[in-house]
């Protein structure tokens, strides 16, 4: 796929054009939502909410960074905020137990050690996650993830080896094999 | 190194993100350190279970649904005419807003003067008193007649030169008083008169002398009223007009302004203008600057330039930063006509920096962040305006507020961005240096004292009201440590009006100045006295004294805020810089040195110095809805000669201000001074000698004692020159022609008529002979000094005068004894 082309042929009114871009991306960005969530269905719907935003802003502004590392900060700004969101919900009242119950059910199935995995890596704080899952999930380099997220290469793999610490001590704790 | 701080090179090596010298550095260090080798080993394993999570199957499609919600929330995309259309309307909104701004000022933001403009213009009640022709001109004398400043007096003029004064009460929108008046009006030459005229003050001469330049010259009319009785009996109003200048004058970044009485040709006052700060100059163009460049912004954004949605959210932060700060400083500021348009400004500033964090957070651009901070910051900032422009009492509190939240943004800044350092340090050295760090903020908070108002904010707001007084009274009470006490009350109308009763050891003076005439009415005091007391007293309990005060302190401290006549006011105490005050007086002398008698000038520096021992403590209340000084205790310590400490303390009572106050002349219908009253000439024009007499006696036979007076006169007046000087000496005792005592004449030593230039001297001798037999030795010595000299001359105009002396003491001005007795 020619992005250029393909954002050129948007602006000049090919809304259809978008598929394309749709269509390369969407099984990365879900994959990613997912991790970063933990929620497949949640991933979906913010999969959704992350390409229309992108087309809204192909029309408005030149994107002062690469597409797909922009696509992905919108990706991540919409995770981070889904994760303030269910935040806050827990201290409201009243919502349902099954609502409380995070991601019941909601988990694509796989094998148990990779279980061990998911759960650890959704026990890790948010920046470091979205970092260890850009560089080893979607193979960002960290000068990629630096722009994606607009911090420094330095933070990058600071975030990187503070999230593998953290992910060697709850991945041992979660009863996955010691490494 | 400690291994620990290679695990984040451990880790990117593990990730292949190592420059080749990093990963040489790595390999050594593991070819000999095993616990390194076992990190490095972990790191690797969860790097492979991580990368694992890559084989997750994504089976969905969402590519049908997210297209058919793009189309449905209708995001049409643009024409290549509509990627116009949004800078050209963004930018047409921003130039219609500044439009609306400038031609229709905002809601309750109009200026009082405009206001009053078109109170008065829309009365019928001024309609009528102008006889119902058309009003041409309104102008505004910038007079608050009202404490609170609700009331302006204005000029108002027809076409056919018809004026009156209307007094204007801005909050029930209604007009006052209305009196007729005559408005002199302005010629072409008036300003350059202007600049003339204050060019022979002192004051202004010595400010050019250090540099100063001339700036603009602002013309206008000084308004002023009073009440006085009829011959009918009746109270009436009077109003005139006085045409007036303000000439600016520049030194040293400092403006200074002399206001001019073009009508009499003469300075009435010389004051540092309340200029605008440099740090408040310095935020202003900051403002101003954030706002355009802003503006410029968000026109990139719309037109979806890439360098505008790179700087967008940084530049949200730094112009929100800018933008509160702007309010904040504006609280230095009277709510006055310029306030409005920084208030204006500091609202343009913070919507653009609003809008811009908006942007920045919706459209995901870099630094999220900084655009966040932006947003919270510009929206402080507006509901601060908002505070502000609802109930304007609030600022001080304010004030206080926003310097406190910066504080601890900044400090909360600070900690954040030192937070990855802040972990490296031991724990044993993190809890002592937090509470070290917590007790620093502790004593400085307890020296800034952001909870108090800072006090030179205060005086300067106190010295800005002063100066705009137009009419207070004061009573004075004063005691010594010896000598009399003083009690006096003093009327005061700008510009030169003055009105004060002394009374001191049971003696009552009265003193009124019009204009440059004095008036006094006095129990004995001798009329040099008089003169010299008066000037003193006018100099010292005048309005510019008042400034000079508050000019001149230092070490200011707040105590508790009290209530003075049931008003509440500020409590300050202080001391008169006197190391400042003897620096500005010794520049001044230094500049009038060449034309000072060098001995005289050496001892006036001497004086100086030794007022340097001089200490005057100050305690202030300032009234804290309007600035203006309530009340003033200075207490001073003087040494004399002899090292011997001297207190005395003066309170003044400040009220009444901008009442109407009437200060007549005391004369009666017919312009003949009133009982007890004499007119004093003005000092420069008087001629002043210094007389002393030398008495020689010859001649062995008592009987016929010859007896040889010498006179030494020196003109010592200010400036006038005596013409025509001529001497005569008489004694009842000692000079007796049968029993007649005549005057007799005493002869120049030089040609007659004897002309006395000002600092001139002249001898004059005459010598008689006296039958001393009945006279003791000692006795006639003290005989002799009761020699009356009388001293005859013509004045600068012509006039006969003369001025009587003692041959043992001159009453004026010398009381010290001859340095060398002349004639020896």
Redesign the interface.
């Known amino acids: 796929m020619e992005e250029a082309r393909v954002i050129a042929l948007i602006r000049a009114g090919e809304a259809d054009a978008f598929a394309e871009i749709i269509e390369h991306y969407q099984a990365s960005i879900i994959r990613y939502l997912y991790r970063l969530t933990g929620d497949y269905e949640m991933a979906k719907d913010l999969a959704q909410d992350t390409f229309i935003q992108a087309y809204k802003g192909i029309l408005k502004t030149d994107a002062e960074i690469s597409f797909k590392a922009w696509l992905y900060r919108i990706a991540t700004n919409n995770a981070w905020q889904h994760h303030r969101r269910k935040k806050l919900l827990s201290f409201i009242p009243f919502t349902s137990k099954e609502q409380d119950i995070p991601n019941a059910g909601k988990q694509i199935n796989c094998p148990g050690e990779r279980l061990a995995i998911d759960e650890a890596l959704l026990k890790i704080p948010e920046e470091q996650r979205t970092c260890l899952v850009l560089h080893f999930v979607e193979g960002f380099k960290y000068r990629e993830i630096a722009e994606t997220l607009g911090c420094s290469e330095e933070a990058v793999r600071k975030r990187v080896a503070r999230g593998k610490k953290l992910f060697i001590g709850l991945y041992n704790r979660e009863g996955g094999r010691t490494v | 190194m400690n291994c620990r701080d290679l ?2 090179l ?3 090596y593990a ?1 292949g ?1 190592l420059s080749r010298t990093q990963r040489e550095f790595i390999e050594e260090h593991l070819s000999s350190c095993a616990d390194c080798r076992e990190t490095l ?3 690797e ?3 492979r ?6 084989e ?3 089976a ?4 049908t ?3 058919s ?3 449905a ?1 209708k ?5 290549p005419y509509r990627r116009w259309l949004r800078p050209v309307t963004a930018a047409a909104a921003i130039v219609a807003v500044i439009a609306v701004l400038l031609v229709a000022q905002p809601w309750g933001m109009e200026s009082p003067e405009a206001m009053a403009a078109s109170i008065v213009r829309n009365s019928p009640e001024v309609q009528a008193a102008l006889n119902g022709e058309e009003i041409e001109e309104v102008e505004v004398t910038t007079t608050i007649v009202d404490e609170e400043g609700k009331v302006l007096a204005v000029i108002v003029r027809t076409e056919r030169g018809n004026a009156a004064t209307v007094e204007v009460n801005l909050e029930t929108k209604k007009v006052g008083k209305i009196i007729r008046v005559d408005v002199p009006d302005f010629q072409p030459g008036d300003e350059q008169k202007a600049i003339d005229i204050a060019k022979t003050d002192p004051g202004v001469q010595e400010l050019l002398a250090q540099g100063g330049v001339i700036g603009e010259v602002h013309l206008g009319h000084s308004l002023h009223t009073g009440e006085y009785i009829s011959s009918d009996g009746q109270v009436r109003q009077e109003a005139f007009a006085i045409k007036t200048a303000f000439v600016d004058i520049e030194l040293e970044g400092r403006q200074w302004s002399a206001t001019v009485n073009l009508d009499e040709g003469r300075v009435m006052g010389l004051g540092r203008s309340s200029g605008f700060p440099p740090v408040l100059a310095v935020i202003i163009i900051a403002s101003a600057l954030a706002f355009l460049s802003g503006i410029l912004i968000i026109v990139g ?1 719309a037109s ?4 505008a ?2 700087v967008a959210s940084p530049a949200a932060a730094v112009i929100g930063v800018i933008g509160l700060a702007c309010v904040l400083f504006c609280s230095l500021l009277y709510l006055s006509t310029s306030m409005i348009w920084f208030l204006l400004l500091s609202t343009g500033t913070a919507i653009v920096g609003l809008v811009l964090g908006t942007i920045g957070i919706k ?6 962040k900084a655009a966040i901070t932006g947003t919270v910051l510009c929206s402080l900032a507006l509901v601060l305006v908002l505070a502000v422009v609802v109930y304007p009492a609030l600022w001080n509190v304010i004030t206080i507020t926003v310097a406190i939240i910066i504080i601890l943004v900044l400090a909360s800044l600070i900690v954040y961005t030192s937070y ?1 350092q802040l972990r490296k340090i031991p724990r044993k050295l993190l809890r002592p240096a937090v509470v070290a760090l917590a007790a620093v903020v502790v004593l400085i908070v307890a020296l800034v004292q952001p909870w108090s108002v800072n006090p030179e904010g205060v005086i300067a707001k106190a010295y800005s009201a002063t100066e705009s007084l137009l009419s207070y009274r004061a009573t004075i009470s004063g005691t010594a440590s010896e000598g009399d006490g003083l009690d006096s009350v003093i009327e005061f109308v700008f510009p030169d009006r003055f009105h004060a009763i002394i009374t001191s050891g049971g003696e009552t003076d009265e003193f009124i100045v019009v204009g440059d005439k004095q008036f006094v009415k006095s129990g004995d005091m001798s009329r040099n006295m008089i003169i010299a007391f008066s000037n003193s007293a006018t100099s010292m309990l005048s309005k510019e004294a008042t400034l000079r005060l508050l000019d001149s302190l230092t070490d200011l401290q707040r105590l508790p805020d009290e209530n003075i006549e049931g008003v509440s006011s500020f409590h300050y105490k202080g001391r008169f810089d006197t190391e400042k005050m003897i620096e500005k007086e010794k520049a001044r002398l230094a500049g009038m040195q060449s034309r000072m008698d060098p001995d005289d000038y050496q001892e006036m520096m001497k004086g100086l110095e030794n007022s340097l021992n001089v200490k005057t403590e100050v305690e202030l209340w300032i009234g804290k809805d309007d600035s203006l000084i309530r009340q003033v205790i200075q207490v001073t310590q003087a040494p004399d000669s002899e090292g011997q400490l001297h207190t005395s303390s003066t309170t003044l009572k400040y009220y009444d201000f901008n009442q109407p106050i009437l200060i007549e002349p005391p004369l009666d219908a017919g312009g003949n001074l009133l009982p007890g009253w004499h007119l004093n000439p003005t000092l420069s024009k008087e001629i002043f000698f210094d007389c002393r007499t030398h008495f020689e006696t010859t001649g062995e036979d008592p009987a016929h004692q010859q007896i040889n007076a010498i006179v030494t006169v020196t003109n010592v007046a200010m400036e006038a020159t005596a013409h025509n000087v001529r001497v005569e000496l008489r004694n009842s005792e000692v000079i007796k022609d049968g029993d007649e005592s005549p005057w007799i004449k005493a002869a120049p030593s030089n040609s007659e008529p004897v002309v006395l230039k000002r600092g001139e001297g002249e001898t004059f001798n005459a010598s008689w002979e006296c039958d001393t037999s009945h006279i003791a030795g000692d006795e006639l010595n003290e005989l002799l000094e009761r020699t009356v000299i009388k001293i005859t001359y013509l004045t600068p105009e012509d006039d006969e005068a003369e001025r009587m002396y003692t041959a043992g003491g001159a009453v004026y001005p010398s009381a010290r004894p001859p340095a060398n007795p002349p004639g020896k």
């Open positions: 695990e984040e451990l880790s990117a990730d993100e080993a972990q790191f394993a969860a790097g279970q991580l990368s694992s999570l890559r997750t199957q994504i969905s499609d969402i590519r649904t997210t297209l919600k793009i189309k929330t995001a049409l995309p643009d024409k954004l979806g330039s890439r360098l949605s790179k459209r995901q651009l870099a630094r999220r990855s």
